[in-house]
């Protein structure tokens, strides 16, 4: 089983960028699909975006299209999400997953899960 580690949330005005990181352990990621989702208090987890197993394809959820940006570094085990023009309504808590091999938007799907961090974007 892998364990999953995100960094990077905090405070931004609307319209600034942040960097999301999750980092894995206990397994090398190579050989997984990585998802990030979100969750806002009172609503469902959302998929955000996912990159599969070597990068080769990513899928973005309609929020994150044009917008946000994921990619992977195998070697250092590392997953992230480049989140730019950001609107108050992508205030949630951000969370990583891992499943085997292809990218699915279901989450019940992925394995494997992290804490979660917090963006909040102010107006």
């Known amino acids: 089983q892998v364990q999953l580690l995100e960094s990077g949330g905090g405070l931004v005005q609307a319209g600034g960028s942040l960097r999301l990181s999750c980092a894995a352990s206990g397994r090398t990621v190579g050989s997984y699909a990585m998802g990030w989702f979100r969750q806002a208090p009172g609503k469902e987890r959302e998929f955000v975006a996912g990159?599969?197993?070597?990068?080769?394809?990513?899928v973005y959820g309609d929020s994150a299209k044009g917008r946000f940006t994921i990619s992977r570094d195998n070697a250092k085990n590392t997953v992230f999400l480049q989140m730019s023009s950001l609107k108050p309504e992508d205030t949630a808590v951000y969370y990583c997953?891992?499943?085997?091999?292809?990218?699915?938007?279901?989450?019940?799907?992925?394995?494997?899960w992290g804490q979660g961090t917090q963006v909040t974007v102010s107006s």
């Open positions: 997953a891992a499943r085997s091999l292809w990218i699915v938007t279901n989450a019940d799907d992925y394995h494997s």
């Open positions: 990159i599969d197993w070597n990068g080769s394809k990513t």
